[in-house]
């Protein structure tokens, strides 16, 4: 299998994807949802993205062919969904997002400190940073800086009226390290995906039974910055509502710093393992993950 690299940017063109925030708008978030089925298989055909999804559910998870044909479309339709959900928070949609371990993600948001908080491509992260504000701590997230316009246009207005900024990263421009390094000094919230390679360094991990590339720079930031280190999910449970689940990542001072390095990087491929297991259809790595 050839491998295919992600390129970390929402479909569309920009008539359609302006045309789905008025349709949202307008009308209830369902009626998208069901609109979806109707080009879904093609899409899946023409972007020839099925046959990872289907090494995830007939290799890792040990589905027949036919029933890991089946979960590819049911995954499929849960990132539509997922993206439509986007869209409609750009229309003004409200959603519930209800955290559990609040003690944890609220202990660690209020206190003065800094700290990184981690998250994967399972379920729609994004949610939090539209629902749960953070109004004594900006949180600055480190996002991929080739997304379309509309997103770009719509996500940051958004994401300002939660105190929240983002830190954009462009090819052969390393800026964005020294932003990392200003945000956390001043006690601010740094925001980073864990499971996306792009051209970087990468750490092998076993992750469901086999080894699999995870982006080095991440843990090297975690083990570098010296500051708390938060992993969340956010999962999707019906139309309205989102469930964020978290946990503290220590990390080991009593190791060398590339083991630190490779530890941090192994009990997060260990945490998402469990959650994609629990909620299969809601991890959105549509590449070539494993090695």
């Known amino acids: 299998m050839a491998k295919q690299a992600w390129n970390g940017k929402t479909g569309g063109t920009h008539g359609m994807q302006s045309a789905l925030v008025s349709l949202i708008r307008h009308t209830d978030i369902r009626v998208a949802y069901g609109l979806m ?55 003004g949609q ?11 993600y609220y202990g660690r948001v209020n206190d003065p400190q800094g700290f990184i908080m981690l998250f994967s491509h399972v379920g729609n992260a994004e ?4 629902f749960l504000p953070t109004p004594d701590k900006r949180m600055h ?25 983002l830190i954009t990263v462009m090819p052969d ?16 919230v740094l925001t980073v995906a864990g499971d996306r390679c792009t051209n970087d360094a990468t750490l092998t991990c076993t992750f469901m039974g086999a080894e699999a590339k995870f982006p080095a720079g991440v843990f090297q930031i ?33 190791l060398s710093r590339k083991e630190q390095v490779q530890d941090l990087a192994n009990r997060y491929a260990q945490s998402m393992e469990r959650i994609v297991m629990q909620y299969p259809y809601q991890w959105f790595n549509f590449y070539d993950f494993w090695s």
């Open 127 to 130: 949610m939090a940073g539209y």
């Open 37 to 91: 089925h109707l080009w879904l298989i093609w899409y899946i055909i023409v972007r020839r993205t099925e046959r990872h999804g289907s090494y995830l559910f007939h290799r890792r998870r040990g589905r027949t062919r036919i029933q890991a044909s089946l979960d590819v479309y049911r995954s499929f339709y849960h990132f539509g969904k997922a993206i439509i959900d986007r869209f409609a928070v750009y229309a």
């Open 173 to 188: 421009d390393m800026s964005h390290i020294y932003r990392i390094s200003e945000v956390l000094q001043q006690g601010d």
């Open 94 to 104: 409200p959603f519930d997002v209800q955290v559990e371990n609040r003690e944890l």
């Open 222 to 254: 975690c083990v570098t910055m010296k500051q708390p280190v938060l992993l969340i999910f956010v999962i999707k449970e019906d139309h309205r509502t989102y469930r964020v689940y978290s946990e503290q990542l220590d990390i080991n001072s009593a």
């Open 141 to 165: 997230i480190l996002a991929y800086g080739g997304e379309s316009p509309v997103v770009l246009v719509h996500r940051a207005k958004v994401l300002e009226r939660n105190n929240i900024g």
